[in-house]
């Protein structure tokens, strides 16, 4: 059973950044991502890792948000600087045995800029 442990959520003024952290009791995924939902609205993809290496990006979060992995502790990161009010939500990390599918769920972490 893989389990992912995210932390790092919290309240923020807009400008400022966070960073979150997945916990995973493996590393070995072919996707590793963040996704989020804000309230009344589907969850949407941040952004994922792959195992070739590349990282793709939502353009909403592109330049803002970085994605990065330290597979010695099993850990997926989501630096997110200049926060915006619409980056608020409950964010999810998510990870798949393929590239077009999720497999595993988080619990998720609130994450709440304001104005």
Known sequence: QVQLVES?????????S????CAASRSTFTRWGWFRQA????????GSIY???????????????T?????????????MNSLKPEDTGMYYCAAGLS??????????????VSS
């Open 99 to 112: 590239s077009a599918e999720i497999d595993y769920w988080g619990q998720g972490t609130q994450v709440t």
């Open 8 to 16: 790092g959520g919290g309240s923020v003024q807009a400008g400022e």
């Open 67 to 79: 994605i990065s992995k330290d597979s010695a502790k099993n850990t997926l990161y989501l630096q």
């Open 39 to 46: 309230p009344g609205k589907e969850r949407e993809a941040v």
């Open 51 to 65: 195992s070739g290496g590349t990282i793709l990006y939502a353009v909403s979060v592109r330049g803002r948000f």
């Open 18 to 21: 966070l960073r979150l952290s």
